[in-house]
């Protein structure tokens, strides 16, 4: 099946500064990419789409300016989170479609502010 | 009413039977169904896919999909410690816009 890299897998952070984690479909290219956030004994919940080439598409209660999200190009998201802090604290997880409906998943990024 | 619904368990059964993971959706135009697995702290990964009503099956797996009542479920046939997981229901309400529900824990007990 189709390959999401996503990097780091952790981070431990300070309040206040800022994390980039990157998304990347390995061997297919991915005009859209979706940003997950998962907190401890509950579901993923919809951050934000990404589209390659304009501006990501985020859901209600997500701070855009807060979670910067940039699709570059066809095989590359970003997800900043900007002046983190304790309650950003999350399991972070992207995935891409390599066809009409599958989605594959990379494999998270467990962040941690202190 | 949320859009996924499934009971968050935990759900406990004696390896080598069956589990029976249930979820209804809330949009009734949504055409594409999916069950994922996931191990703690860990990404989940697609087990199952179904688009049209019936069985399909695949291994230990089968998915039932019946659109009529907006039901879709995973049985796991002779369930093993290995599939001790939580287990995500998935639907797609239009183009690549997808939706979980909240997860429900099984526990095979050897």
């Known amino acids: 099946g189709a390959v999401v890299s996503q990097h780091p897998s952790w981070v431990i952070c300070k309040s206040g500064t800022s994390v980039k984690i990157e998304c990347r479909s390995l061997?297919?290219?991915?005009?859209?990419m979706f940003w997950y956030r998962q907190f401890p004994k509950q579901s993923l919940m919809l951050m934000a789409t990404?589209?390659?080439?304009?501006?990501?598409?985020?859901e209600q209660g997500v701070e855009k300016d807060k979670f910067l999200i940039n699709h570059a190009s066809l095989t590359l998201s970003t997800l900043t989170v900007t002046s983190a802090h304790p309650e950003d604290s999350s399991f972070y997880i992207c995935?891409?479609?390599?066809?009409?409906?599958?989605?594959?998943f990379g494999q998270g990024t467990r962040l941690t502010v202190v | 009413q949320k859009e996924v619904e499934q009971n968050s368990g935990p759900l406990s059964v004696p390896e080598g039977a069956i589990a029976s993971l249930n979820c209804t959706y809330s949009?009734?135009?949504?055409?594409?169904f999916f069950w994922y697995r996931q191990y703690s702290g860990k990404s989940p990964e697609l087990i199952m896919s179904?688009?049209?009503?019936g069985d399909k099956e695949d291994g230990r797996f089968t998915a039932q999909l019946n659109k009529a009542s907006q039901y879709v479920s995973l049985l796991i046939r002779d369930s093993q410690p290995s599939d001790s997981a939580t287990y995500l229901c998935?639907?797609?309400?239009?183009?690549?816009?997808?939706?979980f529900g909240a997860g429900t824990r099984l526990t095979v007990k050897p």
């Open positions: 179904i688009y049209s009503n």
């Open positions: 949009d009734r135009g949504s055409q594409s």
């Open positions: 998935a639907v797609e309400k239009n183009n690549n816009d997808m939706r």
């Open positions: 995935s891409a479609n390599s066809g009409p409906t599958e989605a594959f």
């Open positions: 990404s589209n390659e080439g304009s501006k990501a598409t985020y």
């Open positions: 061997d297919f290219q991915a005009t859209t």
